[in-house]
C-alpha cells in the first residue's frame, strides 16, 4: 500500500518507514518552525485483562506487532512488564495530542489480542517487584547484572518530554536554569501513591524509589557543556557507564536527540494532563532559553531549596507547599506564577489553551488524586484503582469507577 505525499503533507500525516501506515506528524519542522519542537515519551505498565494484575512475562510478539501497528513507535523498556512509546517530532500541541491518543490506541489494541491492557501511571497499584523480569535485550539484560535487586525494583513508568532549542549547545544554562522548576511538574503529574498494594502517604512514590538507581535526581550545577563533558568522560573512562544513555537525572540534555530532556514527571492517566504539562514544559524552555542570565541566579541555594521541594511535590502532589527564599508558596501561586510569566511564550507557540489545563489538574488534583477517590470509595479495594487506570488511559476521562466496570475493549 502507498499514499500520495501530496495528501499526507495536507493532512499532515506520513507513511511508517516500510511505507505500510500512516502515523501523524506536524507541518513543517524544518528550520525556525523546528525551534522548539518537542516529542512525547510514555511508558505503560502490561497487565492482565481480567485482574489487572501486572504482567511477569510478555512475548516477543507483543511487542512485534505494537512496533509495526505504529510505524516503529512502541518498544519494550528495562521490565517485561513495560512498554515505551514515542511521538514523533512536533510544532503543533494538537497534532501531538492527536498523535499520543493514537498511539495509546493502537498499543491498547495490541495488547488485548494477548490478554493484557495498559496502564498509564507511575507505579502499578499490586505490583510485586520481586517477580519482574527483565526485558530481553542485551541492553537490559546488563543494567540488571549491574543493579542487581535494584533494577528488578525498577517497576515504574515515566513520562519524557524533548524540547530542541535553536542552539543545542546552551542546553546547559537552560538545564540549570529548569532546576527550581522541576517540583512544579513532579507535582502536576503525580500518579504514584501505591506500592505493593499499600497506600505509601505519597501522591507520586515513584522518584522515592527510582532514588535507589544511581545517577537519578536533579542535576548538577554544571557551568556549561564542558564541565559535563568532562563528568561523562571520567565516568566511561573509569568504566562506570558506557555513555550518557545512563544518566537518569529528572533531566539531561539527550544523547540521541539535540534537545533537552525533562524526565522527572510520573506517567500521567490522562491523555490531556501529559499534554498539558509537556506544554508547559515546553513554554518554560523557551522562556529560559530567551533569557540566558537567568541560569546565573541558580545558586547552591537555589539547588538544595529545589531538592526539598522535590521531595515536597513527591509527598504532596497537587496539595504542596514549596518552600522559597521569601517563605511558604502554594502550587496555585507558583503556577500561576509560571503561567504569567510564560504567557508570551505560549502565545508563540500556540499552546495557551493546553497550559492553561495545569490549573485544571491543580483544582481538580492528578491521578494520584483519582486513584485515591476510587480506594476509598469502593471499600479500600485496591483491585478498584487499577480498574480506573486502565480504562481511563483509553477512555481519557477522569470519573472514578466502580466494581463492576470492565477493562477497556
Given at each position: 500500500?502507498?499514499?500520495?505525499?501530496?495528501?499526507?503533507?495536507?493532512?499532515?500525516?506520513?507513511?511508517?518507514?516500510?511505507?505500510?501506515?500512516?502515523?501523524?506528524?506536524?507541518?513543517?519542522?524544518?528550520?525556525?518552525?523546528?525551534?522548539?519542537?518537542?516529542?512525547?515519551?510514555?511508558?505503560?505498565?502490561?497487565?492482565?485483562?481480567?485482574?489487572?494484575?501486572?504482567?511477569?512475562?510478555?512475548?516477543?510478539?507483543?511487542?512485534?506487532?505494537?512496533n509495526w501497528s505504529t510505524g516503529g513507535q512502541a518498544m519494550r523498556e528495562m521490565l517485561q512488564s513495560q512498554l515505551e512509546v514515542a511521538t514523533n517530532v512536533h510544532v503543533d500541541v494538537t497534532?501531538?495530542?492527536?498523535?499520543?491518543?493514537?498511539?495509546?490506541?493502537?498499543?491498547?489494541?495490541?495488547?488485548?489480542?494477548?490478554?493484557?491492557?495498559?496502564?498509564?501511571?507511575?507505579?502499578?497499584?499490586?505490583?510485586?517487584?520481586?517477580?519482574?523480569?527483565?526485558?530481553?535485550?542485551?541492553?537490559?539484560?546488563?543494567?540488571?547484572?549491574?543493579?542487581?535487586?535494584?533494577?528488578?525494583?525498577?517497576?515504574?513508568?515515566?513520562?519524557?518530554?524533548?524540547?530542541?532549542?535553536?542552539?543545542?549547545?546552551?542546553?546547559?544554562?537552560?538545564?540549570?536554569?529548569?532546576?527550581?522548576?522541576?517540583?512544579?511538574?513532579?507535582?502536576?503529574?503525580?500518579?504514584?501513591?501505591?506500592?505493593?498494594?499499600?497506600?505509601?502517604?505519597?501522591?507520586?512514590?515513584?522518584?522515592?524509589?527510582?532514588?535507589?538507581?544511581?545517577?537519578?535526581?536533579?542535576?548538577?550545577?554544571?557551568?556549561?557543556?564542558?564541565?559535563?563533558?568532562?563528568?561523562?568522560?571520567?565516568?566511561?573512562?573509569?568504566?562506570?557507564?558506557?555513555?550518557?544513555?545512563?544518566?537518569?537525572?529528572?533531566?539531561?540534555?539527550?544523547?540521541?536527540?539535540?534537545?533537552?530532556?525533562?524526565?522527572?514527571?510520573?506517567?500521567?492517566?490522562?491523555?490531556?494532563?501529559?499534554?498539558?504539562?509537556?506544554?508547559?514544559?515546553?513554554?518554560?524552555?523557551?522562556?529560559?532559553?530567551?533569557?540566558?542570565?537567568?541560569?546565573?541566579?541558580?545558586?547552591?541555594?537555589?539547588?538544595?531549596?529545589?531538592?526539598?521541594?522535590?521531595?515536597?511535590?513527591?509527598?504532596?502532589?497537587?496539595?504542596?507547599?514549596?518552600?522559597?527564599?521569601?517563605?511558604?508558596?502554594?502550587?496555585?501561586?507558583?503556577?500561576?506564577?509560571?503561567?504569567?510569566?510564560?504567557?508570551?511564550?505560549?502565545?508563540?507557540?500556540?499552546?495557551?489553551?493546553?497550559?492553561?489545563?495545569?490549573?485544571?489538574?491543580?483544582?481538580?488534583?492528578?491521578?494520584?488524586?483519582?486513584?485515591?477517590?476510587?480506594?476509598?470509595?469502593?471499600?479500600?479495594?485496591?483491585?478498584?484503582?487499577?480498574?480506573?487506570?486502565?480504562?481511563?488511559?483509553?477512555?481519557?476521562?477522569?470519573?472514578?469507577?466502580?466494581?463492576?466496570?470492565?477493562?477497556?475493549?
Amino acid at each position: 500500500m502507498t499514499f500520495a505525499s501530496d495528501v499526507l503533507k495536507l493532512l499532515r500525516l506520513d507513511s511508517s518507514d516500510d511505507k505500510q501506515h500512516l502515523v501523524i506528524r506536524s507541518a513543517g519542522g524544518r528550520g525556525k518552525a523546528a525551534e522548539y519542537s518537542f516529542g512525547i515519551e510514555e511508558e505503560y505498565f502490561l497487565a492482565d485483562r481480567r485482574t489487572f494484575e501486572v504482567a511477569i512475562e510478555t512475548p516477543n510478539a507483543l511487542f512485534e506487532s505494537a512496533n509495526w501497528s505504529t510505524g516503529g513507535q512502541a518498544m519494550r523498556e528495562m521490565l517485561q512488564s513495560q512498554l515505551e512509546v514515542a511521538t514523533n517530532v512536533h510544532v503543533d500541541v494538537t497534532d501531538a495530542r492527536e498523535e499520543l491518543r493514537f498511539l495509546r490506541r493502537e498499543v491498547a489494541n495490541v495488547a488485548a489480542q494477548y490478554g493484557f491492557v495498559i496502564m498509564a501511571c507511575g507505579t502499578h497499584p499490586t505490583a510485586v517487584w520481586r517477580m519482574s523480569q527483565p526485558s530481553p535485550k542485551p541492553r537490559y539484560e546488563e543494567m540488571i547484572e549491574d543493579l542487581r535487586s535494584i533494577g528488578h525494583r525498577n517497576m515504574m513508568c515515566g513520562m519524557h518530554v524533548h524540547v530542541q532549542l535553536p542552539d543545542p549547545e546552551k542546553r546547559m544554562a537552560v538545564m540549570r536554569a529548569m532546576l527550581p522548576h522541576l517540583p512544579l511538574f513532579i507535582a502536576l503529574s503525580a500518579s504514584s501513591p501505591f506500592w505493593n498494594s499499600h497506600k505509601t502517604g505519597l501522591k507520586g512514590y515513584r522518584l522515592a524509589a527510582y532514588s535507589e538507581l544511581p545517577r537519578t535526581g536533579l542535576p548538577e550545577l554544571f557551568e556549561n557543556r564542558q564541565d559535563y563533558d568532562e563528568y561523562i568522560g571520567a565516568l566511561q573512562r573509569s568504566g562506570v557507564i558506557p555513555d550518557e544513555s545512563h544518566i537518569w537525572w529528572a533531566m539531561r540534555p539527550s544523547m540521541k536527540h539535540p534537545t533537552l530532556e525533562l524526565r522527572a514527571p510520573d506517567t500521567c492517566t490522562l491523555v490531556d494532563d501529559a499534554v498539558a504539562i509537556a506544554s508547559l514544559y515546553r513554554c518554560l524552555t523557551r522562556h529560559l532559553y530567551l533569557r540566558p542570565y537567568l541560569s546565573k541566579e541558580v545558586t547552591v541555594v537555589e539547588r538544595a531549596i529545589a531538592v526539598e521541594n522535590k521531595w515536597r511535590a513527591q509527598r504532596y502532589g497537587t496539595d504542596c507547599i514549596f518552600a522559597s527564599r521569601e517563605g511558604p508558596v502554594t502550587i496555585s501561586e507558583l503556577l500561576s506564577r509560571v503561567i504569567e510569566d510564560t504567557a508570551g511564550d505560549a502565545a508563540a507557540l500556540n499552546c495557551a489553551a493546553e497550559v492553561e489545563h495545569c490549573r485544571t489538574i491543580v483544582e481538580r488534583g492528578s491521578s494520584a488524586e483519582f486513584q485515591l477517590r476510587a480506594y476509598r470509595e469502593n471499600g479500600d479495594d485496591i483491585a478498584s484503582v487499577s480498574r480506573w487506570i486502565a480504562t481511563s488511559t483509553i477512555s481519557g476521562t477522569s470519573a472514578p469507577v466502580g466494581r463492576s466496570a470492565q477493562a477497556p475493549s
